[in-house]
């Protein structure tokens, strides 16, 4: 990747990421409808799988009903993931955790915001 390059994440939606907003947990795009979001992300190398987290409340977006507590984990395959959450809108990004993990498990890096 050249200096500066920007990698996007998707066709149509949005989302790109150069390597300061890839180290910095900030490159991630998104997709999706009510109540429901499937984001890409980028992540360093040394980043085998990355565990989301949303506590209870609203949904976000236009949808106004609550859900539950919401935590997955998805394995990175090329330094990329993709995973579909239940969450839209400003309940996307925050309140919420992202933690990346090695694979033997150990924590790199927790974010307290996508």
């Known amino acids: 990747m050249q200096p500066g390059a920007r990698v ?3 066709p149509a939606g949005g989302g790109a990421g150069d390597a300061a907003e890839i180290e910095q947990g900030s490159a991630f795009g998104g997709t999706g409808g009510f109540g429901h979001t ?3 992300g980028l992540v ?3 980043v085998a799988s ?3 987290h949303y506590p209870a409340g609203k949904i976000g977006g236009c949808d106004r009903r609550h859900a539950p507590a ?3 984990t998805t394995n990175v395959v090329g330094n990329l993931l993709s995973v579909t959450i239940p969450r ?4 996307l990004t925050a309140p919420m955790t992202m933690t ?3 694979a033997d498990g150990d924590i790199i890096k927790t974010f307290h915001r996508l």
């Open 50 to 52: 990355v565990t989301l």
């Open 38 to 40: 499937t984001i890409q």
């Open 88 to 91: 839209g809108g400003n309940r």
């Open 44 to 46: 360093p190398d040394g």
């Open 70 to 72: 919401f935590t997955t």
């Open 100 to 102: 990346w993990r090695a």
């Open 8 to 10: 996007p994440l998707q």
